[in-house]
């Protein structure tokens, strides 16, 4: 069984930046694919950006050039680097973890919990 927990949610003014980071507990992060998703109020939930075992990066568009996904596998944690954050980019923001030959639209192994990140004009 894996945990994962998240932190460094907050209020920040519209770009500004924030660190999100997810911290695992019980098995290695190094054998997942790590991801960030975001919940908006009234929206559905949304990959934001994703991370291979091998260290490959996929982005969503309304995040590129923004925002960066990182690992320290010797850390066991993966962290979401947000720069010139928009009112647009409130939402509760979720570490996910999957397995290498799955899919985020088939099976995610483990959620955290979510940590807010609200962003004002």
């Known amino acids: 069984q894996v945990q994962l927990v998240e932190s460094g949610g907050g209020l920040v003014q519209a770009g500004g930046s924030l660190r999100l980071s997810c911290a695992a507990s019980?098995?290695?992060?190094?054998?997942?694919?790590m991801g960030w998703f975001r919940q908006a109020p009234g929206k559905q939930r949304e990959l934001v950006a994703h991370?291979?075992?091998?260290?490959?990066?996929y982005y969503a568009d309304f995040v590129k050039g923004r925002f960066t996904i990182f690992r320290d596998n010797a850390k066991n944690s993966v962290y979401l680097q947000m720069n010139s954050l928009e009112v647009e980019d409130t939402a509760i923001y979720y570490c996910?973890?999957?397995?290498?030959?799955?899919?985020?639209?088939?099976?995610?192994?483990?959620w955290g919990q979510g940590t807010q990140v609200t962003v004002s004009s």
């Open positions: 996910a973890a999957r397995r290498p030959d799955g899919s985020w639209a088939g099976r995610v192994d483990y």
């Open positions: 019980g098995r290695t992060l190094s054998d997942y694919v």
């Open positions: 991370i291979t075992t091998g260290g490959n990066r």
